[in-house]
């Protein structure tokens, strides 16, 4: 089993987020809300099985959904933020993610 | 050499009497580090030098009106012709030249009038032309009484030596300050002391002010930093810029302090003398902090701490978050009363860990820890990530800027990563970052005071010096001040402020989409206005002559973000749009919105403010909509007298003024289908006439002064047309001049001109005289 770390990052407003890896929910939460200081909102470590999860982000009073499947021979951290556009928007990186 | 009128009140090169000298070394100074140096920030000129070759001008003015002097007006006798554009003859004794004499003999000119009760009144002017990363800026202040306040920022071109001018694009406070333009002329000469300002405010309707203002220093704010450190942690506080050799060619080699870099941003840099050491058992058993051991720490070692606003910053140098690795640094303190006062960086994070292959990993990490304690703390004075610029509670319209090269974007962020930042950064911050530290009122930058993200952006409009456009938000009343649950609409004027015609678009101000609305209440962030509509509508050319504007209401009560104006309190309205090539940014409006008067009102509050009756009020009605439908009845029936009652009783008659179709399907969830297929099928109800009629009547015509001034004149004007309209439709024309006549009275009587009236019934007041 391999470890991929989602990272929810910009623009997140008190939002109640639903992350799912391969169909299964890995994480539920109200009122997510990106400290503007650093960048991140919150972090998961979600344990996948297969070299391609789907991924799937959804943030639900705005009705918005993401669909990934990052190569996990690549890729280990996955950063999500919502665009000044309203739409979400992905990273994806070997190394974590560092903030400041 | 001296001014005639303005004596120094010292020789030359002598220090001030009576001041010590600041900044001392400070006792946690790294080993093998220099100590920050001392000096004395009021004798150290451009690169450092004494007087008497101190060249530049920028820097804080001050003036003061005597104690007991009383205040002046504008004398209604001829005064002295305003300087002309252009170099203006220079005493060779520098002193100032009679021209400019007799231009500040005005104030000697004036009438002093006895009104009472006499006022401690003081300015300040912050000139930004010249010395470190010249902004062309000058921002002021006005201090009247106990707390009258107005500050304002112009942007200044240069029009004469030592003399610039510029329009006023920002205006803050609750005191009155009308004017537009600013002329300053630099006095003294170029190569001695500073000398004094002379400052003309002119435009805004107001007769023209001029005042001296008297040199005070070369920085725009003070700040006092405090260093602890974690035991067994090191405080990278200096950097040795030369020791990298990925950096510009250009960057000086010298060993670089956080101080000197706030210096060159602005500030008089002073140290607390309180550095000392923390105890890792502050950070509990784990050993690594959780923000609030840090806010704890804070308490307990800075010595400055206090509840309260001040220009003092407590620094933590420690080793990891709670977070981990991942965190090399961060401003923690957004929380409590007071945000914005504490920063840490943690050293055994990321910012340690020189990537693979690196040939100098040494200097590579000591420059990125001493980046890291420059960004954190450039957070504290506000300050946001360059890429951030535009998000959460931007005051003006802005731009992010993920590739700026600042202390306050992240180096790895950039394209080419953080060989290509810093290969290109000169240890500074932006333009709009020091135009933000430099000219936003203090209390936005002032640690303890505006919440964290609160203004952070401030600006990054591009406003012309020379605006052709005047954009003003504004209340039709007496008074900006605001029943409790009455929707708040306010509006927006477009003025050609030019000698010449212009064509803008008429729709403009229907365009929210192309607008930035910023509502604030005091004491909380500010939030971006967003509507619930967006109105792709076609342009529509429209010359608009000299001194002509065109007009437009703006239903702010509530949109995507919920009802931002919804409880008592004050506030401040502010817009921003872009106008053909120039960014345009309104006066900030500020208003009030009164307790509830009765307990009716609270019990209404209880459910009003939802997001079905923000819709139904932003969009005129709905027959869909019933919940929000039957608060609104019953906000008439429990308030029938109130503000919020008349823009209830208009939105539940328009469905009523035409028959609506509306598709019905099946109830529950059901797998798409076709509308037949699920039996659905068209339904058409009628206009109710008799309905409609008595909402309308109740609503403009009962108390139509009252209408007027709750749905502004435009929007009242607009509301009436389109009823006459109607009553026309249904045959009722005797009715419809009735409403037209009864709506001129009223708007005339609020001294809307008559030119207003002329056009077709339903037609809209577009340009008018200003």
């Known amino acids: 089993m391999k470890q991929l770390t989602i990272d929810l990052q910009d623009g997140f407003e008190d939002d109640t987020v639903v992350i799912e890896v391969d169909g299964r929910e890995v994480y539920r939460k109200a009122h997510v809300r990106t400290r503007q200081q650093i960048g991140l909102a919150d972090t998961v470590v979600a344990e996948v099985a297969g070299p391609r999860p789907r991924v799937e982000v959804r943030l639900l009073e705005r009705r918005l959904a993401l669909k990934l499947e990052p190569a996990l021979e690549s890729v280990a951290f996955l950063g999500v933020s919502l665009g000044r556009d309203g739409r979400l928007e992905s990273r994806e990186s070997a190394e974590p993610f560092g903030y400041l | 050499m001296t001014d005639k009128k303005f004596t120094q009140t010292r020789a030359r090169g002598q220090k001030p009497a009576g001041r010590q000298g600041t900044a001392a070394a400070p006792r946690g100074a790294e080993p093998g580090g220099a100590a920050a140096p001392a000096r004395s920030p009021e004798n150290e000129g451009l690169f450092g030098w004494p007087w008497p070759l101190h060249r530049t001008v920028s820097g804080l003015y001050t003036w003061r009106r005597p104690k007991w002097q009383l205040p002046k007006v504008p004398s209604p006798f001829p005064q ?33 009038l006895p009104i009472l009760p006499v006022l401690h009144e003081k300015e300040e002017i912050r000139l930004d032309v010249d010395g470190r990363y010249p902004q062309m800026t000058a921002s002021g202040t006005r201090y009247v009484g106990l707390g009258g306040q107005a500050h304002w920022v112009a942007g200044l071109a240069s029009v004469g030596w030592r003399t610039w001018a510029g329009a006023i694009w920002y205006r803050d406070g609750g005191l009155a300050f009308p004017y537009t333009n600013v002329a300053i002329r630099a006095l003294g000469s170029w190569w001695g002391p500073p000398g004094n300002l002379l400052a003309t405010f002119s435009g805004g309707g107001a007769p023209t002010m001029t005042h001296t203002y008297t040199y005070t220093s070369r920085h725009f704010h003070p700040v006092e930093f405090e260093f602890d450190t974690v035991e067994n942690t090191e405080a990278v506080t200096t950097y040795d810029t030369g020791s990298h050799p990925n950096r510009p060619e250009t960057l000086p080699v010298e060993n670089l302090s956080i101080e000197q870099v706030y210096d060159r941003a602005g500030f008089r840099v002073t140290r607390s003398g309180g550095d000392g050491t923390v105890p890792l058992q502050g950070a509990g058993a784990n050993g690594t902090w959780s923000d609030a051991e840090m806010h704890d720490a804070m308490q307990t070692y800075w010595s400055r701490f206090a509840d309260r606003a001040q220009w003092s910053l407590w620094v933590l140098f420690a080793a990891r978050h709670d977070i981990g690795t991942g965190l090399g640094g961060i401003m923690f303190d957004d929380i409590g009363p007071n945000h914005r006062q504490g920063t840490a960086i943690f050293n055994d994070s990321f910012i340690s860990q020189a990537p693979a292959g690196e040939a100098n990993a040494d200097a590579w990490v000591r420059r990125m820890r001493f980046w890291t304690a420059c960004h954190e703390m450039g957070h504290a004075f506000n300050l946001a990530h360059s890429w951030q610029k535009s998000r959460g509670t931007p005051w003006i319209t802005l731009a992010d800027d993920p590739e700026a090269r600042s202390f306050m974007n992240y180096p790895y962020g950039v394209d080419g990563g953080q060989t290509s930042f810093f290969a290109d950064f ?208 019953d906000a008439v029936e429990r308030l029938p007298k109130s503000r919020v009652a008349i823009h209830a009783r208009l939105a539940l008659a328009e469905p009523d003024t035409c028959a609506y179709k509306s598709l019905e399907l099946g109830e529950g969830r059901r797998e798409m289908t076709s509308a037949a297929a699920d039996a659905g099928r068209i339904r058409i109800r009628t206009a109710d006439v008799k309905k409609a009629r008595a909402a309308m009547d109740a609503a403009l015509l009962e108390r139509p002064a009252e209408a007027a001034e709750t749905l502004g004149h435009v929007g009242y004007k607009q509301r009436v047309d389109r009823y006459a309209a109607w009553l026309t439709e249904q045959g009722e024309r005797g009715a419809a001049a009735k409403c037209g006549d009864l709506a001129r009275k009223t708007l005339s009587k609020r001294g809307v001109p008559a030119w207003v009236f002329e056009g077709p019934a339903g037609s809209e007041a577009r340009a008018s005289v200003a």
């Not at chain 2, 012709?81 to 007799?102: K, N, Q, R």
Request: contains cysteine; glycine residues 6%.
């Open chain 2, 426 to 633: 000169a240890f500074r911050f932006s333009d709009p970052e020091l135009l933000f530290m430099r000219h936003a009122p203090a209390r936005f930058v002032q640690m303890g005071n505006a919440d964290w993200f609160d203004h952070h952006g401030f600006r990054q409009a591009r406003v012309s010096p020379e605006p052709k456009l005047r954009l003003e938000v504004r209340t039709n009343r007496e008074r900006p001040q605001f029943a409790f649950l009455e929707p708040v609409v306010l509006e927006l004027k477009l003025t050609n402020v030019s000698p010449h015609p212009l064509l803008v678009d008429g729709n403009l101000l229907a365009a929210t989409d192309r607008m930035t609305v910023i509502l604030k209440r005091e004491g909380r962030p500010a939030r971006q206005w967003t509507p619930y509509a967006r109105y792709n509508l076609e342009a529509e050319p429209t010359a608009l002559a000299p001194g002509r504007s065109l007009y437009a209401p703006l239903r702010v009560a509530a949109g995507i973000n919920g009802w931002d104006l919804a409880e008592p309190g004050n506030y401040t309205v502010q817009l921003a749009c872009h106008v053909n090539g120039e960014d345009l940014v309104s006066n900030p409006l500020a208003l009030r919105v009164s307790a509830p008067a009765a307990y009716e009102e609270e019990r209404v509050a209880r459910d009003l403010f939802s997001e079905d009756v923000g819709r139904i009020l932003a969009f005129g009605g709905s027959r869909f909509l019933t919940a929000g439908n039957e608060i609104l009845d």
């Open chain 2, 80 to 112: 002295p012709p305003e300087w002309p554009v252009g170099p203006p003859p220079i005493h060779p004794s520098g002193a100032p030249s009679e021209e400019a004499a007799e231009l500040a003999s005005d104030e000697a000119a004036a009438i002093r």
